[in-house]
């Protein structure tokens, strides 16, 4: 299969999975996750009218993205993977939503870019649904407190919460927690479902799924798991 017959096949299983669930058609943001891929392999998605991108690290995006975003208008780039203080200034210049939110340091520090830089990149907080230690992500606890804070006193523009459940784990339970949590937050958006259980994360309310592997094939290096 070429990349566009993949991202049509996924499409439709998007929207079989919007419909299944009684959800309207569209309802649902395809992020196509490209961390690992250059160029020559992301161009075929944006030239088949894929629009949503996510990467895993500032640094790579920034080698290949700038142009990619100025000889394509209307293309939404997504930080999917964690995110260091430093990176801030990068990351608020380069990225048009932030998926991974979890401490006050990384709040803070998006929120002193964005004023400075006049963008206000939209935020998701990421939830540690499985309280794993080598994980990034707020504990679900904390998870409704923190997106309050960062709302409140960061003043961010948060738009809902983002997980990515454990890999040995059934993840239709973490799916209806971020959701509950959601809900307790008052957030509307929530970011989970990777290539292997978007159509259950979709059953549960997923509005972003993160799809990766089933859009661009094996990967060539690792990356933490995202997609």
Sequence with gaps: MTAADRLAEIR???ERAERIAGRATGAVTLVAVSKTFDAPDIAPLI???????????????ARKWPALKEATPGIVLHLIGPLQSNKAAEAVALFDVIHTIDRDKIAGAIAAEAARQGRAPRCFVQVNTGAEPQKAGVDAREAVGFAARCREVHGL????????????????PHF????????????AALSMGMSADFETAIDFGATH????????GTRTAPAPSAA
């Excluded at 799924?209 to 661009?216: C, D, I, K, Q, T």
């Design 12 to 14: 439709k299983r998007i």
């Design 47 to 61: 030239a088949a009218g894929q629009r949503q991108f996510g990467e895993n690290r500032v640094q790579e995006a």
């Design 157 to 172: 523009a948060i738009a809902g919460l983002m997980c990515i459940p454990p890999v040995e784990e059934s993840p239709g």
């Design 176 to 187: 209806a927690l971020l959701r509950k949590l959601a809900e307790e937050a008052g957030l």
């Design 209 to 216: 799924v993160r799809v990766g592997s089933a859009l661009f």
